[in-house]
């Protein structure tokens, strides 16, 4: 069983930046592919970004492409969300989740992802 904890979240400026991070506890991110997802409240949680195993390969939603970056560092079995450009819009609760050991492969459908953290708030301010 995979455990996963987001920190990292907080108030910033429009403009600003945040790094989240993503751990895995329990079991390790090894041979999983990890996603970033995002809720904002009044709306359905929504795809944000997503990275392979090893971590060859990202896609991100267009809303957030050129402005994000999401990176992995095995050995910590830690995956970041490097958020730059805070538009308030960005305003959600930023969840991770990691695919089961074996789906390595990126995806943007929340259905494909097994193991789910508690979420971490972003607070964007005008």
């Known amino acids: 069983q995979v455990q996963v904890v987001e920190s990292g979240g907080g108030l910033v400026q429009t403009g600003g930046s945040l790094r989240l991070s993503c751990a895995a506890s329990g079991r390790t991110f090894t041979n999983a592919a990890v996603g970033w997802f995002r809720q904002a409240p009044g709306k359905e949680r929504e795809f944000v970004s997503t990275?392979?195993?090893?971590?060859?390969?990202?896609a991100y939603a267009d809303s957030v492409k050129g402005r994000f970056t999401v990176s992995r560092d095995n050995a910590k079995s830690t995956v970041y969300l490097q958020m730059n450009s805070l538009k308030p819009e960005d305003t959600a609760v930023y969840y991770c989740?990691?695919?089961?050991?074996?789906?390595?492969?990126?995806?943007?459908?929340?259905?494909?992802?097994?193991?789910w953290g508690q979420g971490t708030q972003v607070t964007v301010s005008s």
């Open positions: 990275i392979t195993w090893p971590g060859g390969r990202t």
């Open positions: 989740a990691a695919r089961r050991p074996g789906y390595y492969t990126r995806s943007d459908d929340q259905d494909d992802y097994a193991y």
